[in-house]
Structures are given as C-alpha cells and as structure tokens.
C-alpha cells in the first residue's frame, strides 16, 4: 500500500505539490488525473526519487521512501512523460545498460531482455537501433526499461502521450497485461476515457491538491447532482417535450434530431411516469435511458469548483 | 571496469565517426609538425655541426608541448557535454533511477573521456619513435609524459563536467569551461608576476612559490620541458635562479591535478543528486 501523507513541494513561493494526502491500494490500478501544471509530474518525480520533498511523508508498505530513499530503486518503476533514448544503442544493448545499471547479473539478464520485450511487444526488434524504432515502439521500449528491475510499483507519466490511436491501443493492451502481473500500477493520463477503461480508482488533482479520490463511479455519484437521461423517437417529438416541460424535475432539456436530453434530479418512478405518457401520447420512443456519466465532463466540473471555492476564499 | 556509463560510453564512442576523425586528426597533426621540426632542425644540425642528441629533446618537448595543447582542447569538448548532454536527451533522469550512485554515473563520465584521450596520444606513439630512433629520450620518460597528460586530462575533464551538471545546456558548460580553463592560467601567473616582480633569485626552494607555480598548468608544463631539458623552470626562462631543488613543479601539479579531479568530481556528483542530504528543500 503506499500512502502519501502532507505531501509539500515548493518552488521559490510556488506550491506545486500543497499537501497531498492519498493512500493507493496494493495491486490497484490508479490514475492520476489534473489539469497541466496540477501537480502530477511532481508528485510522481518525488515517488520516483527524482525530487525531494519540501514536506512531509510518501510510505510504501509503511516505510517512509522520504527518509529511506534507496528503497525507491528496489520497489519503483518509472517512465517520465519525456523522455530519450540512446540512438547508437541497438534494442538489445539499451536494455542491457540498464540491466547493468541496476546491477542485474550478468548470467540473468538475456532471459530477463528477452522476456520483457516480449511483454511489450519488441521481440523483433532485438538487434535494431533505438534509433530506427517509431515514437510508439520507443515508448514500449522505456516501459520495458522501466520493469527491468521488476518494480511492485510501477509509474507512468502519460504513457500515451504523442501516440496515434494504433500505438495507444498497443499501449493499453500491454497496461492490461502488466495489471495481470498484480503490480500496483500509477498512470497519469490526459486520455480520460482511457483512464476510465483501465483505471480501479482516480485522484483528481488540481493546485497541487487532491480534489477528489475513489473509484470512478463513486466519484461519478458524488460529482453528478442529476442523472442525465436520453429519448430515442421517430416521430412526435413536440409532445414529448410538452410532458417534459410539466415535471419540476426535468431541466436543461436540449433537443436534437429525433433525440432529447435532459437532466433529471427524481426518482426512477416518475421516470416510468414520463415514459408511459409518452407512449400514451403517440410518441414513437425507440429508446430510453441514462446516460453514464462522463469523467472528462466531471474532471472539468471538480477543477471548475476547487477554482472558484478558491477564489471566495481569497476573497 | 563495473560502471556501466564507461561500458556505455566506450561502446558508444568506437560507433561514432567524431572519433575516429579526432584521432586521426590528431595523428597526422602530430606527424606533419614532428616532420617539420625534424627537417628544419635536426637536419640542418647534422649538416653543419653534426648530430646533437640535445636536439631530440627540443623534439620531443616540442611534441609534449603540441600533446598538452591538444589535450587542452580536446577534452573539454567532450566533457563539458557528459551531464548536460544527457540532460538535452533526457535521458538524465532515467539514469539517476537506476541504483548507480551520481559519483558512479560522474567517474563513468570522467574515465571515458580520459580513455578516450589516452586512446587518442597513444595513437601519436608511432610519430614518438622518430625520437628513440635519434636517442635521447628514455622510455619511461614518455610514461611520465603520459601520466602527466593524464593527470591534466584528468582535472579538465573534471572542472567541465562540473559545469556541466550545473548548467543545462551543454553550449553554457562547454563556454564557460574553455573560458575557466583559459583564464585560470593566465590569472595565475599574473598574480605569480605580481608576488616575485623581478625576483630571478628564487634559490630557497620556497614551497609558497612552488605551490603557486604548480597549480598553474603552462608553469608545471615549462617545468617538465626544463626537466627533460636538463634544468631548471628558472633557469629554462629567465637563465638564472633555482626554484626545483627537491620535488619538482611539475611532480606537484600531478598532485595537484589528482586533488581537482577527485575535488570537483566529488562535487559534481552532490549537485547532481537530485535527494541528496544537502539538497534545497
């Protein structure tokens, strides 16, 4: 389990990171997510060991890696959001720096290469130049690197950053891969849908503080007043929105071609009331239903609403 | 050798034509010059007075004089990129998450471009036999000559990658330790002509005098042409005083260089630790 407790990271009179307080389950799949600047990339640089923390304490199976730093490098996986590579090395040799850089010996480390690249889809690309690999593989390359020291923590700064739909989706299958490998696993992603897809529970950063954290759908709940509902129609669209304009708790109605939406803060009873008037009222309804809820429409709810309570603070 | 940047950097270094261009042309520069110089005196030595074994000396300090000035150039031009340089790439960060401490990944650095130097004069060798074919010159005499070089190698190297962890940008570093390394000197023996103005009788052995001389690369320089010359560093400019009796100006710079190597290594790998105990917090 690691749990972050007060975290602070000042630059001059700058909070990047202002108190953060979080705990991430073993085995879990977490995302990360904030607008640029939040406070992510040093949030994770200092679980990295690439910074140090002004302030408080980051515990991992509860030893503090602020004091205890050399634990980093035996528990912790790392692929910054940028990142180089060495183009004079072939695949096979950039893999094996690292190897040796973590003192793998000599004897294990083909079986170790071989098997992470496989992991990550490389093998055939063993004896090329790092140079010669397309932005994609390289960014499988350094996710491969980054498993070279077979980290239970494993932390990605938008992995998918800069990749086209194709090596995104490469990207992901091989997340799901590693989820299977029962690593805890920290992405910070500007790919909210992605997220969604991969992700057991997200932390909402903004300011350098925690927003919101749990699962999705628990922060979906608590995020969304009001349940927003659909109607599929062929014909007598006008009637429908009649019936909905009688119900107090029918609002923001907005009307498309052969489509209405609307939210909705009832209970699911009155719900069965409007679609039994509607149907009684000759309207051709083809569907029904709730929508589920949109974490990038959330995302930018929640960082709307820190920003203003803010902003009456100072006031 | 464990460090994994020296494999890296040695591997590297033999794929990159630079290298094989800056050894070559180091080869033929050393050739071309110690042709001259054997054309222009030591023939026309031998055709009026002859063959004056002294005269293989002048050589062969003028080629440690050539050597010196090449290492001079040379290894900051490829130091003063060794952190910075990764920086640029951004492949720095990656290296500092290994479990290589900064004074291994800064030793990797610093070994490679002295291997990459002594690769490089050991290439001169075959120009260096022209010397023993005439005499005069010992082979450990060229060993001292090398360790010399080394050890200067050694310091440069050091004081330019030291600028380069402090700054990001490799032009900056690269800059700023020709600029140190240009005016260190000259400041030196400003201040050296300032302290003994007009004092050629130095015959104490002073150490303050001593120390201050060998901390000066151009004055332990002069000091081992005098020594191969038979002399004094006195006596080799100004043609009277004795300030080498005992250890030697040039024996104490390669101290000196030992203690700036190790110095500003140490120092380079507590600034680019990024947790280190005296990190801002």
Redesign the interface.
Known sequence: MIKIENLVKTFGKINAVDGLNLTIEKGSVFGFVGPNGAGKTTTMKIM????????GSIFIDDVDIVKN?SII?EKIG?M?D?????D??KVS?YMD??A????IPTNERKDLINNLLETVNLSQKIDSYVDSLSRGMKQRL?LA?SLI?DPDILILDEPASGLDPMARAEMKDILKQLKQLDKTIIISSHILPELHQMCSEIGIIDHGRLIDCGSINDIMIRGSKYRNIYVKYLNNGEKLLLILKEYKEVFEIKEGIGEINFSFNGDDLILSQILTQAVKKDVSVVSFGEKEGDLEDLFIKLTQDAQTEETEVKQ | MKNPVFKREINTMFRSFRTFIAIGAYGLGMLGITALILFDVILDNSRFNGFDPKVTIELFCCMLALQTMVVFLAVPAFSASAISGERERQTFDLMLLTKMSTSDIIWGKLLSSLLFVFIMITAALPVYSVVFYYGGVSIPDLILVYFFDLTYAASIGSISIFFSSLFKRTVISTVLSYLTLVFYPIIITVLTLLIYAGDYNITDSSWLFKIIMSVNPIAACLSIIAYFSGTDIMMFLFGRGNAENGIKIWQMAIFFNIIISCFFAKLSASIIDPIGKNKYR
């Open positions: 990295a060991g690439l910074m140090r923390a002004s302030l730093p490098k790392y910054p940028f990142f180089g590579v060495y004079n090395l040799e720096f690292y040796d850089a973590y003192y350094c690197r020291n």
